[in-house]
């Protein structure tokens, strides 16, 4: 069965520093990987994934994660924060693209301080 | 394209009363999903459905019920509410090529 593990379920940081989410996983197949990002009173919304291919992975706002298969990690980072980004991020893993089942771990939520 | 819509956004109900959460796409997707997210808690899968006329429990089914009578519909019944069941509900779809959801903006249920 697999698992996701995010290691800080709360992270402060100044804005304009730098900032890294942690998420480890456990399968014992080929996985995909998300990182979905929920707003305030909002739904998750997909922020990047990790098919295949590159191990690095880029949103259009600025945050990457790389796929580091060996420690079966999937880590989020920026290197800037704003205001904005403040919100839940969750990691979650999937067994591939036929599979039914997204897990998520239990979240991480980012508060960036003016 | 509104993608996945429920509804009702809020929704207050005494103990014992019974209520249906209706959830709809217009993405034409088979995979459906419902989950309830706690504080801290993260999201857990209640029910799920691979297509019209096939649903199946996930890891919290206990006190709802779920059918699906279409593609385009999949909603969620609590038959009698209890404290347990506040929460803030999730509906998800699951796009066909690469295993990515799309959830509604959620429903926000309190039994009080």
């Known amino acids: 069965a697999q698992s996701v593990t995010q290691l800080d379920s709360q992270v402060p940081v100044f804005e304009e520093a730098p900032v890294e989410l942690r998420c480890n996983y456990s399968?014992?197949?080929?996985?995909?990987l998300f990182w979905y990002v929920q707003y305030p009173n909002q739904g998750l919304q997909l922020l990047l994934k990790?098919?295949?291919?590159?191990?690095l992975v880029e949103s259009i706002n600025g945050f990457e994660a790389e796929f580091n298969k060996s420690q079966t990690s999937f880590h989020l980072r920026k290197p800037s924060v704003h205001i904005s980004d403040t919100a839940e991020y969750f990691c979650?893993?999937?067994?591939?693209?036929?599979?039914?089942?997204?897990?998520f771990g239990k979240g991480t939520k980012l508060s960036v301080i003016p | 394209n509104a993608g996945v819509t429920q509804t009702p956004k809020f929704r207050i109900l005494k103990i014992g009363q019974s209520m249906t959460l209706q959830c709809t796409q217009d993405m034409n997707h088979n995979y459906m999903y419902w989950y309830r997210q706690d504080p801290g808690m993260g999201l857990k899968l209640i029910y799920y459905?691979?297509?019209?006329?096939?649903?199946d429990k996930g890891e919290v089914p206990n006190g709802y019920n779920v059918s699906r009578s279409t593609t385009e519909d999949f909603p969620l019944r609590l038959e009698l509410a209890a404290p347990s069941q506040t929460s803030v509900y999730f509906c998800a779809t699951k796009g066909p090529f690469t295993g990515e959801l799309f959830f509604g903006e959620g429903s926000r249920l309190t039994v009080l």
């Open positions: 459905s691979v297509g019209a006329g096939i649903t």
């Open positions: 990790y098919l295949s291919g590159s191990t």
């Open positions: 979650a893993v999937s067994e591939g693209a036929g599979s039914y089942q997204l897990t």
């Open positions: 399968s014992s197949v080929s996985v995909y």
